[in-house]
């Protein structure tokens, strides 16, 4: 039994040196030329989005024989080589590859020593951003806009926090034509923004600002866009608006009739006077009228004034009726005339004048550059002879 038990033990150690031999053959395959070294792989690598560019981060952790990093894309036909510089401590490494086509890409960094030895590659996948994205951008909306007490009021329209926008810039011009720039954060709900002191009928733009990522190195604008700001430009462009309106002292008068002031009219409007007080001076009204004294035809009353571009409501307040109007407009046209009743359709607005069931009446009209509009009330009347509209106020509104 002890003989059988020493030639297995014999067959065994027989066994393991072959296989021992034949595995170091095998391993000297790999060695040949000597000892492969690796050095010390990009750590925490990531990729930072950008315009027509990203930039590249990572750690060098250890490994002080580190001299260089190189960089790799579009398999391996583009490279960007960096220097390094090791420190006693973490090492923080980053790169900015500009020039890039709108896409996605994979990375490959590389470390490598003096011996030209190189670390394992380290991939890493980002997007480059430009002009296709740049163009689908869109300014944020606006709910509503509008000037009270000399403070732009804007109410923004409700953002999608993925959509990247991170604020809005604004610029206007105050009312000591102060000019401002001025970047607002983007909150994405019920957000209102305040301008102090705009100058109305001046016009304010903005445009927004976008970062595709959170940790985008860029950020995108759209194009600036007129800010729609509601704002009453009466006082710029209309005299003697009323609330009471006033008399014209040069003109005669008695206690109740006289002549508007500061306003031009017709001979029609003239002759049966174009101011009224018949419920007092602190309540005089423009007015339009016949009482059984004949017809009126074409009677105005107007301003002629210049006004920049823009979206534009003109409004007038009715005091009183008496009767139902014939044909009674607030009209605003073209150049230094009203037209007549009958060619009310060529104005570039207007509103009519019926009965006490409406006392509001406005004419909306859109100058698409600056221009000199001739604007105000137009009336003619026979039937029935007795016909009155009493105006309180007009004002005018420019909307964009």
């Given at each position: 039994?002890?003989?059988?038990?020493?030639?297995?033990?014999?067959?065994?150690?027989?066994?393991?040196?072959?296989?021992?031999?034949?595995?170091?053959?095998?391993?000297?395959?790999?060695?040949?030329?000597?000892?492969?070294?690796?050095?010390?792989?990009?750590?925490?690598?990531?990729?930072?989005?950008?315009?027509?560019?990203?930039?590249?981060?990572?750690?060098?952790?250890?490994?002080?024989?580190?001299?260089?990093?190189?960089?790799?894309?579009?398999?391996?036909?583009?490279?960007?080589?960096?220097?390094?510089q090791r420190t006693s401590a973490i090492d923080t490494m980053r790169v900015i590859i500009n020039n890039l086509t709108e896409g996605n890409y994979d990375f490959e960094i590389y470390n490598y020593d003096q011996a030209g030895n190189s670390s394992i590659k380290v991939t890493v996948s980002g997007t480059v951003y430009g002009d296709m994205y740049a163009a689908a951008l869109l300014n944020r909306g606006v709910a509503n806009a509008e000037l009270i007490?000399?403070?732009?009021?804007?109410?923004?329209?409700?953002?999608?926090?993925?959509?990247?926008?991170?604020?809005?810039?604004?610029?206007?011009?105050?009312?000591?034509?102060?000019?401002?720039?001025?970047?607002?954060?983007?909150?994405?709900?019920?957000?209102?923004?305040?301008?102090?002191?705009?100058?109305?009928?001046?016009?304010?733009?903005?445009?927004?600002?976008?970062?595709?990522?959170?940790?985008?190195?860029?950020?995108?604008?759209?194009?600036?866009?007129?800010?729609?700001?509601?704002?009453?430009?009466?006082?710029?462009?209309?005299?003697?608006?009323?609330?009471?309106?006033?008399?014209?002292?040069?003109?005669?008068?008695?206690?109740?009739?006289?002549?508007?002031?500061?306003?031009?009219?017709?001979?029609?409007?003239?002759?049966?006077?174009?101011?009224?007080?018949?419920?007092?001076?602190?309540?005089?009204?423009?007015?339009?009228?016949?009482?059984?004294?004949?017809?009126?035809?074409?009677?105005?009353?107007?301003?002629?004034?210049?006004?920049?571009?823009?979206?534009?409501?003109?409004?007038?307040?009715?005091?009183?009726?008496?009767?139902?109007?014939?044909?009674?407009?607030?009209?605003?046209?073209?150049?230094?005339?009203?037209?007549?009743?009958?060619?009310?359709?060529?104005?570039?607005?207007?509103?009519?004048?019926?009965?006490?069931?409406?006392?509001?009446?406005?004419?909306?009209?859109?100058?698409?550059?600056?221009?000199?509009?001739?604007?105000?009330?137009?009336?003619?009347?026979?039937?029935?002879?007795?016909?009155?509209?009493?105006?309180?106020?007009?004002?005018?509104?420019?909307?964009?």
């Amino acid at each position: 039994m002890n003989v059988i038990r020493t030639v297995i033990s014999l067959l065994f150690v027989a066994t393991g040196l072959v296989l021992s031999c034949k595995k170091a053959d095998e391993f000297k395959k790999f060695v040949e030329g000597g000892e492969i070294i690796y050095t010390a792989k990009a750590d925490s690598a990531r990729v930072y989005a950008g315009k027509k560019r990203v930039q590249l981060y990572w750690l060098l952790l250890s490994d002080p024989t580190i001299i260089r990093s190189k960089v790799f894309w579009k398999n391996h036909t583009d490279s960007v080589e960096i220097p390094v510089q090791r420190t006693s401590a973490i090492d923080t490494m980053r790169v900015i590859i500009n020039n890039l086509t709108e896409g996605n890409y994979d990375f490959e960094i590389y470390n490598y020593d003096q011996a030209g030895n190189s670390s394992i590659k380290v991939t890493v996948s980002g997007t480059v951003y430009g002009d296709m994205y740049a163009a689908a951008l869109l300014n944020r909306g606006v709910a509503n806009a509008e000037l009270i007490n000399d403070t732009a009021e804007i109410t923004w329209s409700d953002a999608d926090s993925t959509t990247g926008v991170i604020g809005m810039q604004l610029k206007y011009t105050d009312i000591n034509n102060g000019t401002h720039d001025t970047l607002v954060k983007a909150v994405y709900k019920d957000q209102v923004t305040r301008l102090p002191d705009l100058l109305p009928g001046t016009q304010a733009q903005y445009r927004t600002l976008y970062k595709p990522a959170s940790l985008a190195i860029d950020t995108f604008t759209t194009g600036f866009a007129n800010l729609p700001v509601k704002a009453d430009v009466t006082a710029l462009y209309i005299n003697n608006p009323g609330s009471p309106f006033l008399l014209d002292n040069a003109q005669n008068s008695n206690w109740r009739f006289g002549q508007l002031l500061n306003w031009q009219y017709n001979d029609e409007a003239r002759n049966r006077y174009t101011w009224d007080a018949i419920n007092g001076v602190d309540n005089a009204c423009m007015t339009l009228w016949i009482w059984d004294n004949g017809v009126l035809t074409n009677g105005k009353i107007y301003q002629t004034v210049t006004l920049p571009a823009g979206e534009y409501v003109l409004e007038a307040a009715v005091s009183n009726i008496d009767n139902s109007l014939e044909a009674a407009y607030l009209a605003i046209a073209s150049g230094n005339a009203l037209p007549d009743v009958a060619d009310i359709t060529t104005a570039l607005g207007y509103g009519r004048f019926t009965d006490n069931s409406n006392k509001l009446v406005s004419a909306s009209f859109t100058l698409p550059t600056a221009a000199t509009v001739t604007l105000g009330v137009v009336a003619s009347m026979a039937v029935p002879a007795q016909q009155t509209i009493r105006i309180s106020n007009v004002k005018l509104m420019k909307n964009k």
